[in-house]
């Protein structure tokens, strides 16, 4: 298949392999609704902690002629869903370091409405080149909200800062 977009699942799949390869130590802190937890770990699951962001990754059959691109600058790329299309990923930004070409941010935003629900989640990623000389994830969040029609809005959020 053609890849129309950058290909953000291959980039996030190298970082999962080489941070289950490190495995870096992590201050976490999560919350739902209006409970709150701080942990710092090692021990994360990082194909599951970056699934959202896999998701995001707009070279899929369905999706390519779903985006405009636009390029604000010379290393920024920006995917809009075109009106009319019900995609869940609206929008990609990709902001590219100059002397790696590796994306240095990655902010994303997906939305599924439903009759039975309607959730939102917005991703941000940002990396950075380590003093070994790897290109690695340095934040990542992920903050939205699940309403259920018959329940309340539950919001929710996961930030990690790796060392």
Request: proline content about 3%; glycine content about 4%.
């Amino acid at each position: 298949m053609v890849q129309n977009y950058f290909d953000l699942k291959g980039f996030i799949e190298k970082q999962i392999s080489e941070l289950n390869k490190r495995k870096p130590l992590v201050n976490k802190e999560m919350s739902l609704d209006d409970k709150q937890e701080h942990k710092q770990t090692n021990e994360i699951d990082w194909r599951q902690e970056l699934e959202l962001f896999t998701q995001a990754d707009l070279n899929k059959q369905a999706y390519q002629l779903s985006y405009t691109i636009s390029q604000p600058t010379t290393s920024t790329y920006v995917y809009t869903l075109k009106s009319g299309e019900t995609l869940p990923v609206k929008s990609l930004k990709i902001v590219l370091d100059e002397v790696s070409k590796q994306p240095k941010l990655v902010e994303a935003l997906l939305q599924e409405e439903n009759r039975l629900y309607d959730s939102e989640k917005k991703l941000q990623l940002t990396c950075t080149m380590r003093p070994e000389g790897v290109w690695l994830v340095k934040t990542y969040e992920i903050n939205g909200f699940q309403h259920l029609t018959i329940t309340d809005k539950k919001t929710f959020s996961v930030k990690g800062t790796i060392n």
